[in-house]
């Protein structure tokens, strides 16, 4: 797409995309370079309710010379221009800064779009993404590269490269801008641009619409994998996942299935789970507990033969609450009755229970004397000898007596509160989905 007639060529691969509609409105990410002037004057033309937002980061002493820039620009076109001025919290000079940069000016962008809002990423743009992520974070994720839509986010020239738009600038008479940061190998993009690509391109000329393409592929055939890996997930049911029957499916759907899992526990966000961590995940015992640390601070937890994925957010156990005798009393997700009789999940001995128990979450060091052991025990091991998944155990109900722990439901019952032949309170403990 190089050469005589680019301008056309250009404005039919924008208009191919279907991103862009005519009447319906577009907010421009404007920087002043020859991709945000290129979309611009593409979005004019296909007769889209144009507006402009530029975001002026401040990076650069000489930055409001670009808000100047895309003033004369929107001056012309006749369309509205928004200018927003950021104060970045991280340090110049980082790899943070561009990404601060980018999800802040997205923020603003969300903001004052009356519709979607349209950014001037190229195929250029498209190939540098998925070599660094290549580079970086292993798995299929890493060659999907960027959406032609994320919500309302649009990007309709990833079908065309940046010696395109500048070509297309030129054809058409724009004035456009550099951005000297571009140039900065301090930043991993850059060095992607200036260090990676070029070799490429010269083994390969059209390398950066081959990569770009290829990335189109495969985020098609990732719809087919993901329905794939839904389907096995209600198979499997959960969560929490069966370890036995995930190690029945193939391993590369085992894969697909725990990225689901770990996404949705990390609230969406995308997860990356090496090979060797999922091995080691479905390698996990049968018995006990164990963990595997993945990245972003998620965990899986494989728990007696279930596996988990935590995020990192600690459930807060439940207040304190008291339980007559007899009586009611609702706990967290448990409900407890405790009536005089045999009638219960568990049998205590009235006279040392009294008149009113406290029903309150275990502390870390908490031990008991249960009933027959002969010595006393923490309640963390007791849970362990139970089974009680540890996710569970911060609202596992404690009944204290006296400041005493006379029982814990399906896990102990305290020494001195086994049941006599006369004064005996059944406690029933039912813990709600």
Known sequence: MT???????????????????????????????????????????????VSVLHVDHGLRPDSAADAELCRELCTAAGVPLTVERLELRSPGGS??????????????????????YATGHTAT???????????VSPGRRAVLGMQPRRGRLVRPLLAVTREE????C?????????????????FARARVRHEVLPPLLELNPAAERTIAETALLLRDEAEILDRAAAEALRQVGGPPLSLAALREL????????????????????????????VDRILGSGSQGTSEVELAGGLRAIVEYGWLRFDAGDEEEPPEPVALAIPGRAVFGPWRLEAQPGTDGDELLDAE???????????????????????????????????????????SWPVIEASGEIACVPAVAVGERFRPREQGVIGLSATRSA
């Open 3 to 49: 050469g005589s007639g680019v301008a056309d060529r250009v404005l039919g691969a924008a208009r191919e995309s279907g991103l862009i509609g005519a009447g319906e409105p577009l907010l421009v990410l404007l920087s002043g370079g020859p991709d945000s002037v290129c979309l611009l004057d593409v979005a004019l033309r296909l007769d889209a309710k």
């Open 95 to 116: 790899g943070n800064v561009q990404a601060e940069a980018r999800d802040r000016r997205y923020a603003l962008a969300e903001q004052h779009a009356p519709g979607d």
């Open 125 to 135: 743009d498209q190939a540098e993404t998925v070599l660094y992520r290549l580079a």
């Open 165 to 168: 738009t500048r070509a297309y």
């Open 170 to 186: 030129g054809e058409r008479g724009l004035e456009f801008g550099d951005d000297p940061s571009n140039e900065d190998i301090r």
């Open 250 to 277: 193939p391993p590369s759907l085992a894969r697909l299935v725990l990225r689901r899992v770990g996404e949705d526990a990390a609230a969406g966000r995308p997860v990356a789970i090496p090979r060797r961590d």
């Open 352 to 394: 040392a229970l009294g008149s009113e128990v406290l029903v309150r979450p275990w502390r870390p060091g908490d031990r008991m004397r249960p009933a027959g052991l002969g010595g006393s025990k923490t309640l963390q091991d007791l849970f362990v000898d139970r089974k009680v998944p540890r996710t569970e155990r911060a």
